[in-house]
């Protein structure tokens, strides 16, 4: 007997009452999503900029060559391909339009793996809906456009198993584009490709899938570390892993155990204590600032010091992951750092543009004069601000996902084990390598969600 929650075959033909009993819950999701969104480009007269994330990426958008820094040009291409319009409203519009979709591939994933329409629209309700993602898709930062190429690559390499061997290396090479994007749009994702390609290795499907995701994969970002190499003279993607990594001990190192050579021992602790770890990239008084020159010059020496630092004190280096990385499942939130203040309401207020950045004046004169600070338009700002989101949906039920898709993960249910994979991988990733920031943990959250939701079909199996 067909099972009735089957999957409808892509090739065949819904007629209209059967598509809207199929379909009709998430259309409706959908919809809500969608005036949640418009009501956010009413509640705002323009899109969040923010100093100096916003800027250096349109900056680079407009004169095309790599940041030396912590950016790569991912985000600047999609800043790019929009500049003729001179406008970032248009930018935050064209996100918000990425967010639905992102809440639809969620959907598509699921429904294609055999899970009844209310549980795949659940799954896809936190992208849709949760404040802190409309809120990234209405400011000029990467961040949605690394959660559209993530979900988007899980949505090609979790189809079912392909027919033929042709068909199958053309899906893992479209997985490893979209992953190399990902990666050249934040670089901490960059490892996704390797964990996608052990996945279908261990599916043992075929290996010319794997290989054609390895290969277009790792094409991209060698002709970007290329490219790099041309304006700052060194084959890579960026100009910041050692700066963050050494930022990242300065909250355990012990110079009296690590005993650094002479060259690294001026990257030692100061005496100045402060409450994250990634607040020693900027502080003037941390000991890599006060070297002579800009810090990001050393950054080869921050990697050594680093590296001698961890292997000297794994343990301490663990420890502060692990505690930082907690931070992400808390029924309130936590400030980190302090001068924060993580939220998942819509604010109310005005946010200016700070002056006297020479940077700020240049890329409102190229890429669109009507740059400005942000401010809330009523009384639509006030319809957002009664929004309700509790916290411990962002929060805690965050973790409850997680433990979910890891059971999954554990009894092996092959379909779970790379959505999990990746959504811890996202969650860690970014505090081993500098420090914990809500923000960083959203990419986790969407690919949760998928995990949990595979868990929990597999089990009514």
């Known amino acids: 007997m067909t099972s009735m929650l089957a999957p409808t075959p892509m090739g065949a033909r819904l007629e209209r009452p059967d598509l809207v009993r199929a379909h009709g819950l998430f259309g409706c999701v959908l919809v809500l999503a969608a005036a949640l969104r418009v009501l956010v480009m009413l509640g705002y007269d323009t899109a969040r900029l923010y100093w100096y994330d916003s800027f250096t990426y349109l900056d680079t958008a407009v004169h095309m060559r790599p940041q030396g820094a912590f950016h790569p040009a991912g985000y600047s291409w999609f800043l790019w391909a929009l500049r003729p319009f001179h406008s970032v409203e248009l930018v935050v519009g064209v996100q918000h339009a990425m967010g639905l979709a992102t809440g639809a591939m969620i959907y598509l994933l699921l429904r294609r793996r055999s899970l009844p329409g209310w549980a795949a629209a659940l799954a896809a309700v936190p992208v849709l809906f949760d404040p802190a993602f409309v809120r990234l898709e ?183 992951v692990a505690r930082d990385t907690s931070l992400a499942f808390t029924w309130k939130p936590v400030a980190h750092p302090q001068r924060m203040t993580p939220s998942t309401a819509f604010p109310r207020g005005a946010w200016p543009l700070p002056s006297g950045y020479a940077l700020i004046d240049q890329v409102r004169n190229d890429y669109g004069p009507d740059i400005r600070g942000m401010r809330s338009v009523e009384p639509f700002a006030s319809v ?73 079909q597999g089990a009514r199996r």
């Not at 899980?154 to 893992?172: D, K, N, Y």
């Not at 979910?404 to 996202?426: D, E, I, K």
């Open 138 to 320: 209405h400011a000029v930062l990467s961040d949605s456009q690394v959660i559209f190429l993530v979900v988007a690559a899980l949505l090609v390499l979790l189809r079912q198993p392909e027919a033929s061997t042709r068909a199958a290396t053309w899906t893992g090479a479209a997985a490893g584009v979209l992953l190399a994007l990902a990666g050249l749009t934040r670089t901490a994702t960059v490892p996704l490709i390797g964990l996608a390609a052990l996945y279908l290795l261990a599916r043992r499907t075929s290996w010319r899938q794997a290989l054609a995701l390895a290969v277009a994969g790792t094409l991209p970002l060698l002709a970007y570390a290329g490219w790099y190499a041309q304006h700052h003279g060194r084959f890579a993607l960026s100009g910041s892993d050692g700066v963050a990594l050494w930022a990242r001990t300065m909250t355990f190192a012990d110079c009296s155990i690590i005993k650094p050579p002479p060259e690294q021992a001026v990257l030692c602790p100061n005496g100045t204590v402060l409450d994250a770890a990634s607040e020693y990239v900027w502080d003037p008084r941390a000991s890599l600032n006060r070297l002579p020159g800009d810090r990001f010059v050393h950054n080869d020496l921050a990697r050594s010091f680093a590296l001698r630092a961890i292997a000297a004190q794994p343990l301490d280096y663990l420890r502060e």
């Open 384 to 456: 957002l601000a009664a929004y309700p989101y509790p916290w411990f949906l962002h929060g805690t039920l965050f973790g409850v996902l997680l433990l979910a898709g890891g059971v999954g993960a554990v009894a092996r249910r092959c379909p779970v084990v790379l959505p999990w994979s990746f959504a811890m991988f996202l969650l860690v990733a970014p505090v081993a390598a500098l420090d914990f920031d809500h923000r960083y943990v959203l990419p986790a959250i969407p690919v949760a969600c998928v995990a949990a939701a595979l868990t929990v």
